[in-house]
């Protein structure tokens, strides 16, 4: 079992084969943070005792302690969940009030439990284990000076290499009590030698690499607005200095939520760090009346000491196996054309059919009919919420019923919870809109509000009218948007006591709609959408399979993005498309869409044959390979924030086929150029569709292969390597005739 509790020094130990979690209830039964990081058989009495430069006194009862041989400090120890309006002035766990207005908590551990399997009572987004695939530790906590319970979850699977987190407090007194701010977890550690690697972004650039210092103010890694992780992604990475994609220490933490969220570290005085990770405070605050709860989101933990890949490959398992809905979470997935950058809303039955016989002739497998099908939408102005075919505009029976008898797949784009102000739906229902009640002129954006999905009513009819659609077209996959965050959003179903928690629930309320879309649809695949790759994050996962990744497929921008969404998110989740967009040939643009769900965002019934045929190529090479891409390992092996190319390879489980990237961002002249591939297996043979040769296994991790010559921009390779199992030979000892055919020269 990978938890254990020593009651003679009351230890809890969790741990996989890599890494170890340490706490300890110390005699004045807090909960004191020992150690996360390598596998540590035990942890010394020292340690237990913490040890400091000095012996700081502290008030216990009333008095002011300075014990002897116990060195622990209410203001420098590492806590689980710091006191809060104490002795301790760095950044708190929990910040919670009542109606004396008096905020200070002391959680004390009461009692703990452990048993096989997830918290059975939690709701939101989680990895799917089973029982025999983990073990929680659930540790029940007291505030001092009130009856409010602090329960922590800790689940740790050995076979994922994983600790989850997430928290609940309850309110046990008999008021209500005010949560301003709550958090999944609190992580203490000795050191300040560690960067922080965050991912920021915006429309068209998300998930932009940004590395920053710990340091002694308080810095915040978090998101305000609303459901849209597009100012900053829901994960990061924290790692020591000197880490790299393979070599040192390095934790990553993804948050199972698409909501606002913060990380908020901090070096303290004696420069540890504290990290907490919550709700964003900013747009919360929680009622909890007489016996009521909340719960936070959870936090996948991940420790490595083999540097980023190995983090990333942990997120990479856990998502696809545990995750994302079994349905989907291997299988392979459509190649698909969308009409958005071929037609935008500017199609009628005619174009839309002459787009499918030229999607059949290009061996693409589904189309996708994106926004302009519904109410009068003609331009972004109307009609969201009015989720009905627009018969003027388009036959959309008739299309469905040609894709599919022609023998593709159908799709077709919703966004759910939006409202137009111009649509039939806001002038019979203006409440359903988002902001509150004081606003009269509401912030549109794009020209739409947002839907007020907490009220079950509002989400229940939207659903209504697009089961309706959906029950005529049967479309094989749906396209779930959502173009704009949230402002003045205080939902006018709560009621004034509740309004604050407008932020959350309404997330709670995205889950739901999307539970009930795919409760009512499980095998029509989900790809979600925000404007492009705005909700991009573990808890859409755990609903929708794959996710457009960003609008922008220009590759000078779209192989950063990709590069760091692939750092947390499988490749199979991922929308990735070649479009006519500036930089990058279609060859170009499809090596790189290669490492995704892939599929194509252009009118190719103005393409030429030429083009054609290389999107009949590319497709056959995709669905060769593809399962590749879906089940394989991820390998990083240039950063194009830190170099001028960005690679990386992924290779199959069975090490038997690995497919490789390159990509040069600026020209370059021939000079030499060796490129190291990862994750083969040393022994085995592989030939390579770069120089048709064929190495061994730790010829190409080693020296690598030889890639060296003149770059222009941008120019791409994707090559694949397939273990060979008796080598000839000839082929063996690889020569060259040189010298006219008179000299065998030995290459290898
Ligand atoms: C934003 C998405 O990212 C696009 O692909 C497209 O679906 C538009 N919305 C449609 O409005």
């Keep these: 079992m990978p938890i254990k509790f020593e009651e003679k020094r009351k230890i809890f130990h969790l741990y996989t084969s890599n890494f170890s979690y340490y706490m300890h209830v110390n005699k004045y039964n807090y909960l004191i943070h020992l150690y996360h990081g390598n596998y540590l058989s035990d942890i010394s009495k020292e340690r237990v005792s913490e040890r400091y430069m000095e012996r700081y006194a502290f008030v216990d009862n009333g008095k002011e302690v300075q014990d002897e041989d116990y060195y622990f400090s209410t203001f420098a120890s590492k806590f689980e969940c710091a006191p809060y309006g104490k002795h301790d002035k760095r950044n708190p766990f929990a910040v919670i009030n009542d109606k004396s207005n008096i905020d200070i908590t002391n959680f004390l551990y009461v009692e703990h439990k452990m048993y096989p399997g997830v918290d059975p009572h939690f709701t939101m987004p989680y990895p799917r284990f089973t029982a025999k695939e983990c073990q929680t530790l659930e540790i029940i906590l007291k505030d001092e000076y009130r009856d409010i319970y602090l329960h922590m979850y800790y689940t740790i699977s050995e076979k994922y290499n994983i600790l989850v987190r997430h928290s609940k407090v309850v309110n046990k007194t008999n ?64 790692k020591s200095k000197d880490a790299t994609l393979d070599m040192g220490e390095v934790y990553g933490f ?29 747009n919360f605050m929680f009622t909890l009346n007489k016996d009521e709860e909340l719960y936070s989101f959870a936090v996948l933990c991940v420790h490595s000491n083999e540097g980023i890949n190995k983090v990333t490959q942990i997120f990479h398992d856990v998502a696809r196996d545990k995750i994302i809905r079994e349905t989907w979470a291997k299988k392979e997935r459509p190649i698909l054309i969308n009409s958005w950058e071929a037609m935008y809303m500017n199609f009628d039955t005619d174009r839309l059919i002459k787009f499918i016989d030229k999607a059949k002739e290009a061996k693409i497998d589904l189309v996708v009919i994106d926004d302009g099908w519904f109410g ?11 989720w009905f075919i627009n018969t003027k505009k388009v036959d959309l029976q008739k299309i469905a019923d040609y894709t599919h008898s022609s023998g593709l797949k159908f799709g077709l784009w919703f966004e759910p919870e939006m409202i137009s102000p111009d649509s039939e739906l806001y002038k019979v229902h203006p409440e359903y809109a988002l902001y509150a009640d004081n606003v009269k002129n509401p912030t549109l954006q794009r020209h739409q509000l947002v839907l007020d999905s907490i009220n079950p009513e509002a989400r229940e009819h939207v659903l209504n009218q697009i089961f309706k659609v959906v029950d005529a077209l049967k479309p094989d996959y749906i396209k779930w948007d959502f173009n704009r965050y949230l402002s003045e959003a205080y ?14 629930r309404f997330v709670l309320a995205s889950y739901s709609m999307f539970n009930a879309f795919i409760t009512r649809y499980p095998n029509i695949l989900v790809e979600s959408c925000a404007a492009g790759g705005g909700r991009f994050d573990f808890g859409m996962l755990y609903y929708t399979p794959q996710i457009w990744c960003s609008d922008e497929t220009d590759i000078a ?81 240039y950063d194009p924030y830190t170099t001028n190319y960005v690679s990386w390879n992924v290779v199959s489980k069975n090490k038997k086929k690995c497919l490789v990237y390159f990509m040069i961002f600026n020209k370059e002249q021939t000079h030499a150029r060796f490129i190291k591939l990862k994750g083969l297996d040393k022994n085995k043979y592989y030939f ?61």
């Design 491 to 504: 939902s006018k179903y709560l009621t004034t006591e509740h309004k604050k928690e407008t932020y959350h």
């Design 557 to 637: 921008i779209r192989a950063k993005i990709n590069y760091s969404t692939n750092t947390f998110y499988p490749l199979s989740t991922q929308g990735t498309h070649v479009s006519m967009r500036k930089n990058g040939s279609i060859r170009d643009k499809a090596c790189l869409a290669f490492f995704g769900t892939y599929g194509y965002e252009m009118d190719i019934t103005k393409s030429s044959d030429e083009d054609i045929k290389t999107i009949q190529f590319m497709n056959d090479l995709f669905k060769k390979y593809h399962s590749v891409v879906t089940k394989g390992d991820y390998y990083a092996i």
């Design 688 to 748: 390579n569709s770069l120089t048709n040769d064929i190495y061994k296994g730790d010829f190409y991790m080693n020296v690598g292969l030889n890639i060296s010559a003149e770059f222009g921009s941008y120019d791409s390779m994707l090559f694949v390597l397939e273990e060979v199992n008796s080598i000839p030979a000839k082929i063996y000892r690889k020569t060259k005739q040189v010298d006219g055919g008179k000299r065998e020269k030995l290459l290898w």
């Design 254 to 282: 993804g948050l199972m939520y698409s909501g606002d969220f913060s990380y908020q570290f901090k070096v303290d005085e004696i420069n540890q760090t504290r990290m907490i990770v919550s709700y964003n405070p900013e």
């Design 175 to 238: 008021e209500p009590i005010y949560v301003h701010k709550f958090s999944a977890m609190e992580l203490d550690f000795d050191n300040d030698d560690m960067d922080i690697v965050a991912y920021h972004g915006s429309w068209g650039s998300e998930r932009q690499k940004e590395v920053i210092p710990l340091n002694h103010s308080l810095t915040e890694i978090s998101d305000n607005h609303g459901e849209r992780g597009f100012y900053y992604n829901q994960n990061i990475l924290l």
């Design 376 to 386: 009068h939408r003609d331009d972004d102005k109307s009609s969201l919420g009015d």
